[in-house]
């Protein structure tokens, strides 16, 4: 949780992203289910981005579905993190120090060994510690990472896409309308000009022939012009 504050402190407002971290013992409530993990799954948010798993003795209570109620939780993240539209990171964490032997569970030691095992396999890389002041250093580096990659991913879906091909500015298509227009413009009174000198030849060159032969040779060249 420090580590979290800390981390919002440092970052959220330059980058516009904040960590709000979830837990059952505080975002749940007592309630009825078919079993209390269910309960848990019901109250706790579907949505969420992070998810982060730490183990190190003890693997859990088992469910009806699970051998634990944390396995339970990492595999409804890990189907999450699977779908095309998820954004969904999963950090896990295993506790590499020596275990006291009057505190020593073999089955749930066992248990947490099995899982780990399976991890790569699945795509995961885990990272091990030694101590809480290693993990706490590690998770704010960790977390501090993956708040800048969102950071990214959301600023280049936010950003808009350029088109492809020459770009122009506003004030290059203005000048360039007024070029075409002038250009336009000379070039209908070139034609005008020499369409009259052309009409001005026509007659005289056709002063013997009937007034239907002329009308019909300008408009002749009328048509060709």
Known sequence: MEAIEEINTTWSNSIGVRLTPIRWERDCRPGKGTDSQQVINAQ???????????????????????ASGTE?????????????????????????????????????????QVFKEKLPSRGILYWPFQ?????????????????????????KAAKPQRRNGPQISLGDLKKRSQQYAEALGSLMLHHYLALDAHENDLKLSCKSKSTQDSIAIITNSLAVC
């Open 131 to 155: 101590s809480k002041e290693q993990f706490s250093q590690l998770v704010r580096i960790h977390l501090s990472k993956e708040l800048q990659q969102f950071a990214s991913g959301l600023s």
């Open 72 to 112: 339970e939780e990492f595999e409804a993240a890990y189907a999450r993190s699977k779908a095309k539209s998820s954004r969904c990171r999963i950090l896990v964490y295993f506790k590499d120090e020596a275990v006291p032997p009057s505190s020593l569970d073999a089955e749930q030691l066992k248990r947490v």
């Open 44 to 66: 706790l948010p579907r949505e969420f981005d992070i998810f982060i798993g730490i183990f190190w003795k003890r693997f859990g209570t088992p469910t009806p579905r699970f």
